[in-house]
Nanobody
Framework: EVRLVESGGGLVQAGGSLRLSCVTS????????IGWFREAPGKEEEGVAC????????YYADSVKGRFTIFGDAAKKTTDLQLDSLKPEDTAMYHC?????????????????????WGRGAQVTVSP
């Protein structure tokens, strides 16, 4: 059984930083991808970033490019998401997911977002 557990959310002022972590278990394949997506009330689900385990290639949504960085530990099968220069519009529940198509930034578009396993999420709240 594949499980993902997020941690590291919190409340921060605009311009601040947070780091989210995603710990996985049950992933048996060494060739996999992990992605982050977020959900906010009244907004469409949005893919944020993803990383491939084999070559470490990463992709980002345009809304977070240059502010968020995804890191992967292939041996531990964990992923971190560093959130810098946070804005109030970044407020959302952030989930990590696997069995995730991560071949281009198009895979993060709402209409293309697809995954089979995801965690319960970590809340990020950014105050003005």
């Amino acid at each position: 059984e594949v499980r993902l557990v997020e941690s590291g959310g919190g409340l921060v002022q605009a311009g601040g930083s947070l780091r989210l972590s995603c710990v996985t278990s049950g992933i048996t394949d060494d060739d996999y991808a992990i992605g982050w997506f977020r959900e906010a009330p009244g907004k469409e689900e949005e893919g944020v970033a993803c990383i491939n385990s084999v070559d470490g290639t990463t992709y980002y949504a345009d809304s977070v490019k240059g502010r968020f960085t995804i890191f992967g530990d292939a041996a531990k099968k964990t992923t971190d998401l560093q959130l810098d220069s946070l804005k109030p519009e970044d407020t959302a529940m952030y989930h990590c997911a696997t069995d995730f198509d991560c071949r281009s930034s198009d895979d993060l578009l709402p209409n293309n977002l697809a995954y089979d396993f995801w965690g319960r999420g970590a809340q990020v709240t950014v105050s003005p």
